[in-house]
């Protein structure tokens, strides 16, 4: 069983675990799913209210504030080209965005991180994920070549020409099939590129290098944009980071 305050990166998905601080109001620039280690937690919704819940899986762009409320939890985020992703679409689209209490609910925490250091997200859920469409390849492709470029040095004309795109027609297929903007996405690569960096070194400022970040103050700022805290409040604490290869 990993430590508490663990980061796992793949390449198409993430995952946190450990204590984490309330967040302020924010939207990622793909699906997540937050599930309570040790009790339950509150989400924050627009035009909702609170509600408070075991586990949730909140989409992309949908604005929220999460309150582990002092428990141990999991975030796990899925990128556009993860195919658990692309199976949640139409259970999400149908739920408004936002799914409360979508997971079964198993006693043994040593199963439960296994499932999640794995990104078994369907061993996790309390449902069935159908086959689904792959991510259309051409967006695909310009997503591992920003990912490549750490974010940062990739524009969209290069991600567009990879794809053999225009950048106009790519720029639009890119929102239609991952459900954000490019430049969207391009910040969220960069902010996870400066995340593996602190698997080589824990200091900020190196990691917002990694990120290509101009100095420590603007990974700052993306960073509280991105996840509605200052990193210094979770990646200062943390004790692992560990990189998955072929995830």
Request: aromatic share 6%; with cysteine; proline share 6%.
């Amino acid at each position: 069983m990993p430590a508490a305050n663990a980061l796992v990166l793949g390449a198409d998905r993430a995952l946190y675990l450990g204590d984490m601080p309330a967040t302020g109001l924010h939207r990622h620039a793909c699906p997540v799913f937050l599930l309570g280690l040790s009790g339950r937690f509150a989400l924050h919704l627009p035009g909702v209210g609170v509600v408070t819940c075991h586990s949730a899986l909140v989409d992309t762009g949908v604005g929220h504030v999460f309150d582990p409320q002092g428990e141990q939890v999991a975030v796990m985020y899925l990128e556009p080209d993860a195919p658990e992703t692309r199976a949640l679409l139409p259970w999400l689209a149908r739920n408004g965005g936002v799914m409360l209490d979508p997971a079964v609910r198993v006693g043994s925490r040593s199963v439960v991180h296994a499932r999640l250091c794995s990104f078994d997200l369907p061993a996790l859920l309390a449902f069935t994920l159908d086959a689904a469409a792959p991510l259309d390849p051409r967006i695909a492709q310009g997503i591992r070549v920003l990912r490549q470029g750490g974010g940062a040095t990739v524009n969209r004309n290069t991600a567009a020409a990879a794809a053999h795109l225009s950048a106009s027609r790519f720029n639009h297929l890119f929102r239609q099939e991952a459900g954000v903007s490019f430049r969207s996405y391009r910040v969220w690569a960069q902010v996870r590129s400066a995340l593996a960096g602190l698997a080589t070194s824990p200091r900020l400022t190196d990691a917002a290098l990694e990120g290509a970040f101009t100095d420590s103050s603007h990974f700052s700022r993306t960073f509280r944009q991105t996840f509605g805290m200052t990193p210094s409040s979770v990646l200062k604490p943390l004790r692992s980071v560990t990189l998955v290869q072929g995830r």
